[in-house]
């Protein structure tokens, strides 16, 4: 075994498709999407940076979410670009596991920034008056830390797991990224425990911020409705809909990807889920905040004034 494992050293990513006739709509589509993502997250960043007005802490948590989208679709997607284009998309083992650390490093930092931003809704709508002292600079802080204590925690956990497997002859991973799943499908010695691993980590990683959510959403819903005011109630509501929305994209494609045993979904149809929480979440994320957002769309105009003028 030992022999067989030393001789895999690359692995190559099987891609999206095999059909020659759509390798070059879909690179053609997926750098669109791509590029939107950068153009997006970035300039979210750049906008939040810019304006003082915008320096509170539901828009600290907004500029933290594009900095892991932006990221996060930068370690999937140039790669997955290259699919479409060459012949063979050769992947280094060790690049395959630094790629999967990041890839689950993002992913999960990313589910629990959501539900710190779903904390910060909380407050700012059911305890107004304590806003200010309950989301002060420190608290900001200590939840971003603990943002990506999880991430690291458990991408070590997931990359640990996977690092350790044997893989023996076949190298073609069915993925256009290396992924837990299509990864454990070709090791000669994965085991119950691997799975386990997936699972009990994935459970965390999703399980404890859908949670939070749910009893922010919960608690916030609950307070919009003893608002006597129609458009005291229509202004609370605006206010979670983008976040709403995003999280419901990315929860529920991550949740049907990760939370079943692999046996019960064929990684064809997982690369399709994949595709929704890989590429088209960190895309849709930054236009979701900016479209819906009244701050964010006054920010842009400023912004832009200011540089017409200068």
Known sequence: MAAENSSVTEFILAGLTEKAGLQIPLFLLFLGFYMVTVVGNLGLIMLIGLNSHLHTPMYFFLFNLSLIDFCYSTTITPKMLKSFVSKQNIILHSACMTQLFFFAFFVISESFILSAMAYDRYVAICKPLVYTVTMSPQVCLFL???VYVMGFSGAMAHTGSIASLNFCANNLV???MCDIFPLLELSCNSSY????V???VVSIGIGMPIVTIFISYALILISILHIPSTEGRAKAFSTCGS??????LFFGSGAFMYLRPPSVLPLEQG???SLFYTIVVPMLNPLIYSLRNKDVK???RKTLGRKIFS
């Open 144 to 146: 971003l830390l603990s």
């Open 174 to 176: 069915n993925h256009f």
């Open 193 to 196: 425990v691997n799975e386990l």
């Open 198 to 200: 997936v699972f009990v």
């Open 243 to 248: 976040h709403i929305i995003v999280v419901s």
């Open 271 to 273: 690369k399709v889920s």
């Open 298 to 300: 006054i920010a842009l």
